[in-house]
């Protein structure tokens, strides 16, 4: 069974507004992680966050951690059609001293950007 | 640099056949893992791979399925006597571990789309 699970499951806005999808997940983490995955690709690793750090940003991205609710989000600022895609939040539980770990998915949000 | 790489892209492969998908990974990632990924869903893990020994195969949803990288570079996920349940996308990923972050970040290929029929 999957780890995550992404709410909503989709999501349509217009070109120039924020998108904001949330994860939740059950079990204690290292990390979480979000990607994203354009039809018919691989997945693309979008932000990183620690499960010590609340808020991480990157560029038009912004993602909130919060580990007593065991919960994320991730916020897309000034949408643009390009971002249109699915975002995938995953969590890695740490397996110590080989730092890698697998990676537990959740169900993914499909984000539709209307130009 | 080059990403992860897969091929094939596409198969498709009758029901009873055995397929063989090849993984690419990024030149000096030590950590390899394979997923599934059905219609609709998110990836699920299969197997990870620690230079060639196989480390964790727990994933792997029957005897049917068998990863192997013999030289801790190149990987090959086998599929013997395929079913319709088989059907998926596989995506393969590199890692390697980052000490100062004390962080890895995977990598994914695009993935090969297994349809069996």
């Known amino acids: 069974s999957q780890q995550g699970e992404e709410d909503p499951q989709a999501l349509s806005i217009q070109e120039g507004e924020n998108a904001t999808m949330n994860c939740s997940y059950k079990?204690?983490?290292?990390?979480l992680q979000w990607y994203r995955q354009n039809s018919g690709r691989g997945l693309v690793h979008l932000i990183l966050?620690?499960?010590?750090?609340r808020e991480k940003h990157s560029g038009r991205l912004r993602v909130t951690l919060d580990t007593s609710k065991k919960s994320s989000s991730l916020l897309i600022t000034a949408s643009r059609a390009a971002d249109t895609a699915s975002y995938f939040c995953?969590?890695?539980?740490?397996?110590?001293?080989?730092?890698?770990?697998?990676?537990?998915f959740g169900t993914g949000t499909r984000l539709t950007v209307i130009p | 640099g080059a990403g992860v790489s897969q091929s094939p892209r596409y198969k498709v492969a009758k029901r009873g056949q055995d397929v063989a998908l090849r993984c690419d990974p990024i030149?000096?990632?030590?950590?390899l893992f394979w997923y599934q990924q059905a219609l609709g869903q998110g990836p699920e893990f299969l197997t990870y791979?620690?230079?060639?020994?196989?480390?964790?195969k727990s994933g792997l949803p029957s005897d049917r399925f068998f990863a192997e990288r013999p030289e801790g570079s190149v990987s090959t996920l086998k599929i013997q006597r395929t079913q319709q349940e088989d059907s998926a996308v596989y995506l393969c990923?590199?890692?390697?571990?980052?000490?100062?972050?004390?962080?890895?970040?995977?990598?994914f290929g695009p993935g090969t789309r297994l349809t069996v029929l």
């Open positions: 079990t204690s983490i290292n990390n």
């Open positions: 030149s000096g990632h030590v950590s």
């Open positions: 990923a590199s890692s390697f571990w980052d000490p100062v972050t004390s962080t890895d970040t995977q990598y």
């Open positions: 995953a969590t890695d539980a740490g397996f110590g001293q080989t730092g890698a770990n697998n990676l537990f």
């Open positions: 966050i620690r499960s010590n750090e």
């Open positions: 791979f620690q230079n060639e020994a196989q480390l964790d």
